[in-house]
């Protein structure tokens, strides 16, 4: 029961961000505010993010069903607030709210199941966790267009008010826990340090190169605010009695490498799971739902990696299962990007998907259970949240990363263009291929010539952009080598540390 309510907490939390996406449109032109809308998905990741280590480090102080139940709770009455607006600054704020709650759902739900389950199990556990994400992505943009065809767009928010109760129930329950009342001491000053930098940074990131200029005082500001407050933050953390994220605790070896990796496979599933589907519509002209399934290939070696990797770990230790994983992950990103050319045959692109998937899998739940072994209960919490983080931090890094590699690309050969494409190129305006081609109306107006040119240039952009996952990946094979060679003990496979 305990399981289940996490998994269903989770799948609310992944969806999120595919099922607004699709109702964006329709809630656009109810509300108006088209300048403001990327504020809707920009601040709703930026609170998520913020507030991710500071849960896990709250998990640890006054309980894992308590946070929880406060995390779950804020991002109810979020959603129930993006439901109720009636112009676009009220959905940003109740945005806010709501992400601020989703930010405590992946690391409290992870931490519960590195609580309630053995070594071995709790991979299996993760390879669950792993495909609810993945059925997410899919179902998503499905559900969310059935919703706001049928009842109505409000209900893409409501509709996680009754679920989001069950869950919650279900957790509080079943879910069995001894809280040890101790006095704490809690950073609170740490954690005010750590949004405010957190938020600076992603802020910058992701509106850097798409609403921001990178050389806009905007952007120059918010990386000045990130560096201030991140130093601030560490001088707080070094010197607070109970900090909010230890920094002894980020010191330790197996901890920082597997955070390290954690960073990289975020920023590998941003790569392959935001282009791929722009390349199969965009390039191979594919429709939505075959660019779905596509990336629901993913979700097939994923869980079966995840599942496995448990009594490799308990086997062969963490280095080899990590370093298994990364290297089937290097392979797979040197076939996607050797693949990635117009023509392709699309079931290429799914069965390396699920190459994807078997190294992605091994490499993310390996990197989970490392932090999560190491630690005692007491640190188990601020030690997962940790991790999430650099996950997620990673996904918002590449975002800047990729996004930046593939527009350069496009716009360099945009240059070259000029005769074939005509009045499409409007002087002192950028043609955005991208929404071209992915637009049926306007794709279907483009010449045989048109198409052909603006198709490969989109190609182009993105090729270059893998062959950077590429690098990204060669790095992850390198931190492979420094995990820690060492098998977890008999304690640390039944999980008796959470005591001690």
């Given at each position: ?32 505010g ?122 893409i ?33 740490g ?67 597997a ?10 599933t ?19 739902l ?112 990729l ?24 002087p ?8 071209v ?37 060669v ?26």
């Open positions: 029961m305990v399981l289940g309510s996490l998994l269903v907490a989770m799948f609310l939390s992944a969806m999120e961000g595919t099922i607004v996406a699709t109702a964006m449109p329709t809630i656009i032109g109810d509300l108006g088209f300048a403001l809308f990327t504020w809707v998905f920009s601040l709703f990741l930026l609170a998520q993010v913020a507030t991710i280590p500071i849960y896990g480090r709250l998990s640890d102080v006054i309980g894992r069903k308590r946070v929880f139940a406060i995390g779950v709770l804020i991002f109810l009455a979020g959603s129930l607030l993006c439901g109720a607006s009636h112009t676009m600054v009220f959905l940003i704020i109740a945005r806010v709210i709501q992400g601020a709650g989703a930010g405590a759902v992946l690391p409290v739900a992870s931490t519960i199941v590195g609580d309630i389950y053995s070594l071995q199990e709790r991979a299996r556990v993760q390879g669950y966790i792993s495909s609810a994400w993945a059925l997410a992505s899919v179902v998503g943009p499905t559900l969310g267009g059935l919703i706001v065809q049928t009842i109505g767009w409000s209900w928010f409501w509709i996680n008010i009754p679920i989001g109760l069950l869950t919650l129930i279900g957790v509080w329950v079943f879910h069995q826990e001894t809280v040890t009342k101790t006095k704490h001491s809690i950073d609170w000053l954690s005010l340090t750590l949004v405010i930098g957190t938020s600076s940074l992603i802020l910058a990131l992701v509106q850097g190169g798409v609403v921001w200029a990178w050389s806009s005082p905007q952007s120059d500001l918010s990386f000045a605010v990130f560096a201030v407050f991140a130093v601030l933050f560490i001088w707080r953390e070094s010197r607070a009695k109970e900090p909010m994220l230890p920094l002894d605790l980020m010191k330790r070896r197996s901890i920082a490498v955070n390290l990796i954690a960073l990289v496979t975020g920023g590998i941003y790569g392959i799971t935001s282009f791929t589907p722009t390349f199969a519509q965009g390039v191979l002209g594919t429709s939505s075959a660019a779905g399934l596509i990336i629901a290939t993913l979700s097939i070696g994923w869980p079966v990696a995840a599942i496995l990797s448990g009594p490799l770990i308990i086997r062969h230790g963490y280095r080899f299962t990590g370093l298994l994983s990364l290297f089937i992950t290097l392979l797979a990103t040197l076939v996607f990007a050797l693949l990635l050319r117009p023509g392709v045959n699309p079931f290429l692109l799914a069965g390396a998907m699920t190459i994807f998937g078997f190294g992605l899998g091994g490499a993310s739940t390996t990197s989970l259970l490392a932090v999560q072994t190491v630690v005692s209960y007491t640190q188990r919490g601020v030690s997962t949240g940790a991790n999430m983080f650099a996950r997620t931090l990673g996904s918002s890094l590449w975002v800047a990363l996004g930046s590699v593939m527009n350069s690309v496009m716009e360099s050969r945009l240059t070259s263009l000029h005769g074939v494409l005509g009045n499409m190129l409007k002192g305006q950028k043609l955005d291929i991208t929404n081609l992915l637009d049926p109306i306007r794709r279907s107006r483009l010449g045989a010539v048109q198409l052909q040119a603006l198709t490969h240039t989109l190609a182009a952009g993105i090729e270059h952009a893998f062959w950077w996952v590429f690098a990204t990946a790095v992850g094979v390198a931190l492979g080598f420094v995990m820690p060679k060492g098998v977890p003990t008999e304690a640390e496979q039944q999980g008796d540390t959470a005591r001690t």
